[in-house]
C-alpha cells in the first residue's frame, strides 16, 4: 500500500493534469499510458508533428486563456482561422451559411428561400433542429449529410439538448453572404492561439511539471474504504480521501463492484465513437494554406482535415507541409482492424484531388486509432447517463472531463470545468 494522498486523479490527460494545477493539498495523478495527455497529444513521424483532432486554444473566458498562457511560457502563435468546407468540388467559406457566394446560384436560392422560411414545429432530433434553425437549403446540402458522416448514424436518432453549442447566423449574415458580402461566423473562435512548438501536446507537457504524476498505471480496480478510496492495477494500490475521475466513465465502472442493474445496463448503452487519424506529410509547402476542410460527402473516407503547418511552421520540416485525416467510426467497426497501407492509400486517393497534392508526393505518412474520441448524444443519452451518474455521485465519486463526465466538451470547457471544480473542492 502506498501512502495516501489527499486527492488522487485518475486520467492525466488535459482535465487530471489542469485539476492537478488547480487544486490545493497533496494530489497524486494516475494514468494508463506511458506518456500523459489523453485526446490533447502529439505525434511525431519524420519530423511531422500532428495532433488528435483539429486542437486550437480559444476561449471567451478572458482569464483563462491568461492561465493558458502562462502555463506555455510565451510558447504560443496567434492565428487567424481559414477553415473551408468542400463542397461539389469547390471550397466554400466555413461556417457555410457564411459562405453561400460560392454556390450555385440556384444552391444559393434554396439556402436563402429555406433560412428565411424556417419551420416554427419544435425540433425533437437533430436533423429536425437544423431544418429549425437553419432552413431545408443548408441543412439539406451540408449540415444533415455532415452530421451523418460524423456520427455515423442518422442525424434524425441524435438527441437535441446539446446544440446550443451550435452557434446561430444572424438573417443579415445569411441574406449578406447569399449575395456576396463577406461575413464571418463563429467569431469566439475565429482567432486562436496555438504552440508555436511541439504540437498541443505541448499543453499537457506544461501542466504535467511539477505534478505527482504516475504513468502506466491502469486501474483495474476502485474500493470505497472508510478513509476514502483505493486504486489498484493489480499490482500496486494507492489511497487517498477524495477520489476524481476523468477517464472514460464506462472503464471506471469496470473497476468498481457493486453496481446497480439499472447503472450497469445504462453505462452500457452510453454510445461514442472512436477516430482514425491518417497523416499525410509531403516536401512542399502546398499544405499550408488553409487551418482545416470539412468534407460532407459520404463518398470520401475523412470527415476533416486539418493543415498541421498551417497551425504552426515548425510542426514540419523546412520546406515541407502536412495534413491528418480524422475519420470517426463506432466501436467494433471493421475499418479499426484495417492495415495502415490500406488507410493511408485510400485517405490519399480521397484527398488528392481537394488538396491539390498526388500520391507521389508523400514522403511521410501514419496512421493512429484513438479509442474513445467523441461523445454521441443518442435519443437515449440523457436517460442513460442520469441512472450512471446518479450511482457514480452517491458513492461520493467526482468525475470531471469529455469521457469522466461523459460530455462533448471542448478543450476550454475541460479547463473551465477543472476550475470550477476545483475551487468548490478547495473549499472543503
Same mark, same amino acid.
Given at each position: 500500500m502506498?501512502e495516501?494522498a489527499?486527492?488522487?486523479i485518475?486520467?492525466?490527460?488535459?482535465?487530471?493534469?489542469?485539476?492537478a494545477?488547480?487544486l490545493?493539498?497533496e494530489?497524486l495523478?494516475?494514468?494508463?499510458?506511458?506518456?500523459?495527455g489523453?485526446?490533447?497529444?502529439?505525434?511525431?513521424k519524420?519530423g511531422?508533428?500532428?495532433?488528435?483532432?483539429?486542437?486550437?486554444?480559444?476561449?471567451?473566458?478572458?482569464a483563462?486563456?491568461?492561465?493558458?498562457?502562462?502555463?506555455?511560457?510565451?510558447?504560443? @502563435?496567434?492565428?487567424r482561422?481559414?477553415?473551408?468546407?468542400?463542397?461539389?468540388?469547390r471550397f466554400?467559406?466555413?461556417?457555410f451559411?457564411?459562405g453561400l457566394?460560392?454556390l450555385?446560384?440556384?444552391?444559393?436560392?434554396?439556402?436563402l428561400?429555406g433560412f428565411?422560411?424556417r419551420?416554427?414545429a419544435?425540433p425533437t432530433?437533430?436533423?429536425?433542429?437544423?431544418?429549425?434553425?437553419?432552413?431545408?437549403?443548408i441543412s439539406?446540402?451540408?449540415?444533415i449529410?455532415?452530421?451523418?458522416?460524423?456520427?455515423?448514424?442518422?442525424a434524425a436518432?441524435?438527441s437535441v439538448h446539446?446544440?446550443?453549442?451550435?452557434?446561430?447566423?444572424?438573417t443579415a449574415?445569411?441574406v449578406?453572404?447569399?449575395?456576396?458580402?463577406?461575413?464571418?461566423?463563429?467569431t469566439?473562435q475565429?482567432?486562436?492561439l496555438y504552440?508555436?512548438?511541439g504540437?498541443?501536446?505541448?499543453?499537457?507537457?506544461a501542466?504535467?511539471?511539477?505534478?505527482? @504524476?504516475?504513468?502506466?498505471?491502469?486501474?483495474t480496480?476502485?474500493?470505497?474504504?472508510a478513509?476514502?478510496?483505493e486504486?489498484s492495477?493489480?499490482?500496486d494500490?494507492?489511497?487517498c480521501?477524495?477520489?476524481?475521475s476523468?477517464?472514460?466513465?464506462?472503464?471506471?465502472?469496470?473497476c468498481?463492484?457493486?453496481a446497480p442493474?439499472?447503472a450497469r445496463?445504462?453505462?452500457?448503452?452510453?454510445?461514442y465513437?472512436s477516430?482514425i487519424?491518417v497523416?499525410?506529410?509531403?516536401?512542399h509547402t502546398g499544405l499550408?494554406?488553409?487551418?482545416?476542410?470539412y468534407?460532407?460527402d459520404?463518398?470520401?473516407?475523412?470527415?476533416?482535415?486539418?493543415?498541421m503547418?498551417?497551425?504552426?511552421?515548425?510542426n514540419a520540416?523546412?520546406?515541407?507541409?502536412?495534413?491528418?485525416a480524422e475519420?470517426?467510426?463506432p466501436?467494433?467497426?471493421?475499418?479499426?482492424g484495417?492495415?495502415?497501407?490500406?488507410?493511408v492509400g485510400?485517405v490519399?486517393?480521397d484527398?488528392?484531388?481537394?488538396?491539390?497534392?498526388?500520391?507521389s508526393?508523400?514522403?511521410?505518412?501514419?496512421a493512429?486509432?484513438?479509442?474513445?474520441?467523441?461523445?454521441?448524444?443518442?435519443?437515449?443519452?440523457?436517460?442513460?447517463?442520469?441512472?450512471?451518474?446518479?450511482?457514480l455521485?452517491?458513492?461520493?465519486?467526482?468525475?470531471?472531463g469529455?469521457?469522466?463526465?461523459?460530455?462533448?466538451?471542448n478543450?476550454?470547457?475541460c479547463?473551465?470545468?477543472?476550475?470550477?471544480?476545483?475551487?468548490?473542492l478547495?473549499?472543503e
Amino acid at each position: 500500500m502506498s501512502e495516501q494522498a489527499e486527492t488522487t486523479i485518475l486520467g492525466g490527460g488535459l482535465t487530471g493534469l489542469s485539476l492537478a494545477q488547480y487544486l490545493e493539498g497533496e494530489t497524486l495523478v494516475l494514468e494508463a499510458e506511458e506518456r500523459p495527455g489523453g485526446l490533447c497529444r502529439s505525434f511525431v513521424k519524420d519530423g511531422f508533428t500532428y495532433d488528435i483532432g483539429g486542437h486550437i486554444l480559444f476561449s471567451r473566458d478572458q482569464a483563462l486563456l491568461a492561465q493558458l498562457t502562462a502555463w506555455l511560457k510565451g510558447n504560443l @502563435l496567434e492565428q487567424r482561422r481559414n477553415n473551408q468546407i468542400w463542397f461539389q468540388d469547390r471550397f466554400v467559406k466555413y461556417p457555410f451559411e457564411n459562405g453561400l457566394y460560392a454556390l450555385d446560384k440556384q444552391d444559393i436560392f434554396e439556402c436563402l428561400m429555406g433560412f428565411l422560411e424556417r419551420s416554427e414545429a419544435e425540433p425533437t432530433n437533430l436533423e429536425e433542429w437544423c431544418r429549425f434553425r437553419f432552413g431545408r437549403g443548408i441543412s439539406e446540402k451540408y449540415l444533415i449529410p455532415y452530421n451523418d458522416k460524423i456520427w455515423k448514424r442518422p442525424a434524425a436518432d441524435i438527441s437535441v439538448h446539446w446544440v446550443e453549442r451550435i452557434p446561430s447566423p444572424p438573417t443579415a449574415d445569411v441574406v449578406k453572404a447569399a449575395i456576396g458580402i463577406e461575413t464571418e461566423g463563429y467569431t469566439h473562435q475565429l482567432n486562436f492561439l496555438y504552440p508555436e512548438r511541439g504540437g498541443i501536446e505541448s499543453l499537457t507537457n506544461a501542466l504535467a511539471q511539477g505534478v505527482n @504524476l504516475v504513468t502506466g498505471f491502469r486501474a483495474t480496480a476502485v474500493k470505497k474504504t472508510a478513509q476514502g478510496w483505493e486504486v489498484s492495477d493489480g499490482q500496486d494500490t494507492y489511497a487517498c480521501r477524495r477520489l476524481i475521475s476523468t477517464i472514460p466513465v464506462m472503464d471506471l465502472a469496470a473497476c468498481l463492484q457493486g453496481a446497480p442493474d439499472d447503472a450497469r445496463g445504462a453505462c452500457a448503452a452510453l454510445q461514442y465513437n472512436s477516430v482514425i487519424l491518417v497523416m499525410l506529410g509531403v516536401g512542399h509547402t502546398g499544405l499550408a494554406d488553409k487551418s482545416a476542410v470539412y468534407i460532407p460527402d459520404p463518398a470520401l473516407l475523412p470527415h476533416r482535415v486539418c493543415y498541421m503547418s498551417y497551425f504552426s511552421p515548425f510542426n514540419a520540416p523546412e520546406g515541407c507541409s502536412h495534413l491528418v485525416a480524422e475519420i470517426t467510426v463506432p466501436p467494433g467497426d471493421a475499418l479499426l482492424g484495417a492495415g495502415e497501407d490500406e488507410l493511408v492509400g485510400r485517405v490519399a486517393r480521397d484527398v488528392s484531388g481537394l488538396c491539390g497534392i498526388d500520391e507521389s508526393e508523400i514522403i511521410a505518412s501514419q496512421a493512429q486509432r484513438i479509442k474513445h474520441a467523441y461523445v454521441v448524444y443518442d435519443r437515449d443519452y440523457l436517460a442513460n447517463r442520469a441512472k450512471v451518474y446518479q450511482w457514480l455521485e452517491g458513492l461520493g465519486l467526482h468525475t470531471c472531463g469529455r469521457f469522466g463526465s461523459f460530455e462533448y466538451l471542448n478543450m476550454d470547457q475541460c479547463l473551465e470545468r477543472a476550475r470550477d471544480l476545483a475551487a468548490e473542492l478547495n473549499k472543503e
